[in-house]
T-cell receptor, first 114, second 116 residues
Framework: AQSVTQLDSHVSVSEGTPVLLRCNYS??????LFWYVQHPNKGLQLLLK??????LVKGINGFEAEFKKSETSFHLTKPSAHMSDAAEYFC????????????FGKGTRLSVIA | DAGVIQSPRHEVTEMGQEVTLRCKPI?????LFWYRQTMMRGLELLIY????????DSGMPEDRFSAKMPNASFSTLKIQPSEPRDSAVYFC??????????????FGDGTRLSIL
């Protein structure tokens, strides 16, 4: 079974400091991985996706994620947090071959302190 | 480009009433997904369609819930009769499935449902 674990339910950073949101996945195959962001009262928006072309994936709004197969991790980072980054972030995995839909993590709420 | 459109954005009704949520997927997308989001359970996949055909409805909580997709541009999620525990935000998402379901899903802004 494919699954994804977001290691922190809540992360709080100061504005201008780096952001690290952690995600581990389990998969018997080489998965497709995604990060989504959800702002209050909004739907989920795609931040970035990994599909085996490159291990370091750049997304929108300055976010990037690195796929590490040996660690089965796909952590999301940003060098400098902005107040507008405060939101819920979801790590998502697609099972091998895409035979079944995406599996969403439980989410990490990012707070940014001025 | 228009994204996934859901209506209504908010719905408040009394228990026992029928509730119908609507979704218009992105034009050209061939798969549609209904999700429910609550604080307690997070994001749950209720049902998904491929080429208007329901593929897996094992996430539907009970027989009070039903979903249809009469054509490629419209889907409904119906709850009858509604109960207070159905209160949640319901999302619709669509994607273009080519060889598998590993393409990104595009989400609507959701319907916030409150059952009194």
């Amino acid at each position: 079974a494919q699954s994804v674990t977001q290691l922190d339910s809540h992360v709080s950073v100061s504005e201008g400091t780096p952001v690290l949101l952690r995600c581990n996945y389990s998969s018997s195959y080489s998965p497709s991985l995604f990060w989504y962001v959800q702002h209050p009262n909004k739907g989920l928006q795609l931040l970035l996706k990994y599909t085996s072309a490159a291990t370091l994936v750049k997304g929108i709004n300055g976010f990037e994620a690195e796929f590490k197969k040996s660690e089965t991790s796909f952590h999301l980072t940003k060098p400098s947090a902005h107040m507008s980054d405060a939101a819920e972030y979801f790590c998502v995995v697609s099972p091998s071959g895409g035979n079944t839909p995406l599996v969403f993590g439980k989410g990490t709420r990012l707070s940014v302190i001025a | 480009d228009a994204g996934v459109i859901q209506s209504p954005r908010h719905e408040v009704t009394e228990m026992g009433q029928e509730v119908t949520l609507r979704c218009k997927p992105i034009s050209g997308h061939n798969s549609l997904f209904w999700y429910r989001q609550t604080m307690m359970r997070g994001l749950e996949l209720l049902i998904y369609f491929n080429n208007n055909v329901p593929i897996d409805d094992s996430g539907m909580p009970e027989d009070r819930f039903s979903a249809k997709m009469p054509n490629a541009s419209f889907s409904t999620l119906k709850i009858q009769p509604s109960e207070p525990r159905d209160s949640a935000v319901y999302f619709c998402a669509s994607s273009l499935v080519i060889r598998g379901y590993d393409q990104p899903q595009h989400f609507g802004d959701g319907t916030r449902l409150s059952i009194l």
